[in-house]
């Protein structure tokens, strides 16, 4: 795997919904806080600003990002060197929402990952961190296209954080903010199984794009510094690959509403009402991504019973 990559590199704080009003770039006001209607930026189409006072004072900042930077930047970023995006900040955009709306498979993939590789506490002590590497979906690929299946899962590893120096440098204001987030989520709903949050970085292949973010890790096994058994080791393998599978398919995982007891719930994302909102499969079959019987998997049980083994850790 390459140690290095090209710029543009653009670090990414994590957002809390990807169902945010529209705000300009600049000010930050929001429609409803304004008399005047937000128009976007003819160059990304991402953009959105007030008034053209508010698009001038932006400009240094967001050229950067920009379709229409050419002039100022001495070449303009062709759509095909980012993935048929048509600007940076566009692709930007689409790999937080991706990531963001990933986050429960995400979570898990990164917790086993660190089980598989030496433990938790290692990992979060010796400044490793997760690698998800992806490309852009096919522009003619059938089907809706959708801020869940907007890229291929390509693999999952892990690599020291100072692999990614460009990609690093705000890591320690991201991973604070993280942490506060988790913290004010088990203040409610406490997890002693929590044990921190890890760099994971995101790569669109074939882009130079890469981008940061944090992932909460939970400690599955009593003792994270012993060897894991093959049984568990087995188990993490499927747990891991199924919720892979997942993300691949262009599906969402959600916790189950109905306990631990039948695993996660498995559906796509709709548009309703411009809106992008997940939608449960009631007849969810783990055969979508081929695991529906125990010749599939490592463990050689059938899905529902991994999960709950699992959960039993």
């Known amino acids: 795997m390459p140690t290095s990559y090209p710029r543009p590199v653009v670090p990414y704080v994590p957002k809390l919904s990807i169902q945010e009003l529209p705000q300009c770039g600049h000010c930050e006001k929001v429609q409803p806080q304004l008399e005047v209607r937000l128009k976007r930026c003819t160059g990304c189409t991402v953009t959105y600003y007030c008034s053209k006072e508010c698009q001038k004072a932006s400009w240094p900042r967001h050229k950067y990002l920009c379709r229409n930077s050419n002039k100022e930047l001495g070449g303009e970023i062709e759509p095909s060197q980012l993935g048929g995006y048509p600007a940076l900040i566009a692709l930007e955009d689409a790999v937080a929402a991706w990531g963001e709306v990933h986050a429960v498979s995400f979570t898990n993939i990164a917790s086993t990952t660190a089980h598989l590789n030496g433990g938790i506490a290692y990992n979060l002590t010796s400044s490793q961190s997760i690698v998800v590497r992806m490309r852009p979906r096919p522009q003619n690929a059938p089907g809706e296209k959708t801020p869940a299946n907007?890229?291929?899962?390509?693999?999952?590893?892990?690599?020291?954080?100072?692999?990614?120096?460009?990609?690093?440098?705000?890591?320690?204001?991201?991973?604070?903010?993280?942490?506060?987030?988790?913290?004010?989520?088990?203040?409610?709903?406490?997890?002693?199984?929590?044990?921190?949050?890890?760099?994971?970085?995101?790569?669109?292949?074939?882009?130079?794009?890469?981008?940061?973010?944090?992932?909460?890790?939970?400690?599955?096994?009593?003792?994270?510094?012993?060897?894991?058994?093959?049984?568990?080791?087995?188990?993490?393998?499927?747990?891991?690959?199924?919720?892979?599978?997942?993300?691949?398919?262009?599906?969402?995982?959600?916790?189950?509403?109905?306990g631990r007891r039948y695993g996660p719930e498995v559906g796509p994302l709709v548009l309703r009402k411009k809106k992008w909102e997940w939608k449960k499969m009631g007849n969810w079959d783990w055969s979508v991504i081929g695991m529906n019987h125990p010749g599939t998997t490592r463990t050689g049980l059938h899905p529902i019973q991994i999960w709950k083994k699992y959960y039993d850790l």
């Open 150 to 258: 907007a890229f291929q899962l390509v693999d999952v590893c892990i690599a020291p954080m100072s692999t990614f120096r460009e990609v690093a440098g705000g890591w320690d204001n991201t991973r604070t903010q993280c942490e506060r987030v988790m913290e004010n989520i088990h203040r409610d709903v406490p997890d002693r199984t929590y044990m921190g949050v890890i760099p994971t970085v995101f790569i669109v292949v074939n882009t130079g794009f890469a981008s940061f973010r944090g992932l909460p890790l939970y400690r599955r096994l009593r003792d994270d510094s012993k060897p894991i058994a093959p049984q568990e080791r087995a188990l993490m393998e499927d747990i891991r690959q199924m919720c892979m599978g997942v993300v691949d398919a262009g599906l969402v995982m959600c916790a189950s509403t109905g």
